[in-house]
């Protein structure tokens, strides 16, 4: 993976933790999610009227949408359980283990191959995410690690794991054979807030939605806006490198949200959580330099 295209996933990443920051923070962490993405339909039809109007949308093209729309949904349902119920630092970096799941959706639907260097980072990132979830270095704390992924909150923040693994390569396939990114992102934006809204509305309540809307609507707005534009920024990248590499570059996201979530959320095991994010470094330079 180049440098820039390196540079601009990890401008990402910050973006991306960030966003998950603010919802972990809200009182109602389904509604401030999906709150973001209707938030940014508005926020973002200038942009898309001025590059993504009259962009050719073909039957392809129309497919993904579709289908990385719905599977946003589920996402979005997803994650929003498992950071209502588990810490940031370890229901996010969780949920953001798609590296381990991805390059077998690439090898299967896009014919991509990895090289032994980035086979061994995605691996060494996989690692990490698992070594986050200890609660001691001790031979008893290691032994003890399987408990702790069989928790109601890493159950989601699995399945949550699940779905960005396969809207990775849907849009992958979108943005490479039939769609530019800015018209897929908002068009898939766009269809992933309608489909979900009737589940918010019938989960949360009315009453619910509009006062999230109007005591949280700066970090709503503010996160809208780096969703967007993190996520705009990948599509671009996704157009000339391997997907694998791309999924797995963006957990240094982990290590933003280890910090974010120990020193600011006063989350515990913070100097094993860190530890593991160190070896998340050391994953994500082997992607790097990987060919």
């Keep these: 993976m180049e440098l820039v295209p390196l540079l601009i996933v990890l401008l990402s990443a910050a973006g991306h933790v960030m966003w998950n920051f603010l919802a972990k923070q809200s009182r109602n962490k389904l509604v401030f999610i999906w709150g973001l993405y209707a938030l940014g339909i508005p926020l973002f039809l200038p942009l898309y009227l001025w590059r993504g109007l009259g962009a050719e949308l073909g039957g392809g093209a129309w497919a993904c949408i579709l289908a990385s729309g719905a599977v946003k949904a589920v996402y979005i349902i ?95 396939l979108a943005i490479v054979r039939y769609v530019d990114p800015i018209p897929f992102n908002y068009i898939h934006w766009v269809v992933g807030s309608v489909l979900l809204a009737p589940y918010v509305v019938w989960r949360c309540g009315g009453g619910v939605i509009v006062a999230t809307f109007r005591a949280e609507w700066r970090p709503l707005v503010l996160s809208a806006l780096l969703d967007f534009g993190a996520y705009t920024l990948v599509l671009h990248v996704m157009e000339s490198s391997k997907v694998s590499y791309i999924v797995a570059a963006r957990q240094t996201s982990q290590i933003f949200a280890i910090l974010l979530g120990t020193l600011v959320l006063r989350e515990r095991c913070g100097a094993v959580r860190l530890l593991a994010g160190a070896l998340i470094l050391v994953g994500v330079t082997l992607i790097g330099i990987a060919r």
């Design 78 to 172: 997803f994650i929003a359980e498992a950071l209502h119920i588990g810490d940031l630092s370890v229901a996010y970096p969780l949920s953001r283990i798609a590296p381990a799941i991805v390059p077998f959706w690439a090898m299967a639907f896009l014919g991509e191959r990895l090289s032994l260097l980035g086979g061994l980072g995605i691996g060494v990132v996989c690692l990490s995410i698992a070594a986050i979830h200890l609660e001691g270095l001790s031979a008893a704390h290691v032994l003890q690690l399987h408990e702790a992924f069989w928790t109601r909150a890493t159950a989601f923040a699995l399945l949550a794991a699940v779905a960005v693994s396969a809207y990775s390569i849907i849009d992958k």
